[in-house]
Antibody, heavy 117, light 108 residues
Framework: QVQLQESGPGLVKPSETLSLTCTVS????????WSWIRQPAGKGLEWIGR???????NYNPSLKSRLTLSVDTSKNHFSLKLSSVTAADTAVYYC???????????WGQGTLVTVSS | DIQMTQSPSSLSASVGDRVTITCRAS??????LNWYQQKPGKAPRLLIY???SLQSGVPSRFSGSGSGTDFTLTISSLLPEDFATYYC??????????FGQGTKVEIK
């Protein structure tokens, strides 16, 4: 059974960089696309971006200028960096596996990131 | 961006009811439409992919239909564990995938 676990700081100061890692267990990170999705409290879901184990990426255009996704196949994990954060970036951040054609079959439990001084 | 609009935003229903949620895309997305269920404090769960394919392990009371711009999710007979928020998601364009705003199914 594939499991995903997000990790990273729960509090980030405005203008700094938000960094999260998603560790995959129970399966290989290879040969799949992996996405980040976020959800502000009480609101809907926003797709952030995705990357393949080969390093290929797609970013949400609204975040592209601040976003970097990377993968470490040796550690079976992938990472997100979002720079110059503001309060609008406060949300629960999920990582998820794309089982094919952009649908997400496995999700992490989510991690709350708050942007505040 | 392709905009996804769900209706209704919320509904009240009783156990045993047949429930239908609709999702409309701002342009044709063929059958690149997925449905998720989310319970409070939990990650979304994939129910339906490619408009009408039932995800492994999902009960058969859930079904999806539609193509182009109009889609529906149907729960044939509502169970207590089905009270949740449901989201549609388009995966037509790899540049930006978007979700609907959600439909909250509440107990009447």
């Amino acid at each position: 059974q594939v499991q995903l676990q997000e990790s990273g700081p729960g509090l980030v100061k405005p203008s700094e960089t938000l960094s999260l890692t998603c560790t995959v267990s129970g399966g290989s990170i290879r040969s799949y696309y992996w996405s980040w999705i976020r959800q502000p409290a009480g609101k809907g879901l926003e797709w952030i971006g995705r990357m393949h184990s080969t390093g290929s990426t797609n970013y949400n255009p609204s975040l592209k200028s601040r976003l970097t996704l990377s993968v470490d196949t040796s550690k079976n994990h992938f990472s997100l960096k979002l720079s110059s954060v503001t309060a609008a970036d406060t949300a629960v951040y999920y990582c998820a596996r794309d089982q094919g054609s952009g649908n997400f079959d496995y999700w992490g439990q989510g991690t709350l990131v708050t942007v505040s001084s | 961006d392709i905009q996804m609009t769900q209706s209704p935003s919320s509904l009240s229903a009783s156990v045993g009811d047949r429930v239908t949620i609709t999702c409309r895309a701002s342009q044709s997305i063929s059958t690149y439409l997925n449905w998720y269920q989310q319970k409070p404090g939990k990650a979304p769960r994939l129910l339906i992919y490619a408009a009408s394919s039932l995800q492994s392990g999902v009960p058969s009371r859930f079904s999806g239909s539609g193509s182009g711009t109009d889609f529906t999710l149907t729960i044939s007979s509502l169970l207590p564990e089905d009270f949740a928020t449901y989201y549609c998601q388009q995966s037509y364009s790899p540049l930006t995938w978007t979700f609907g705003q959600g439909t909250k199914v509440e107990i009447k």
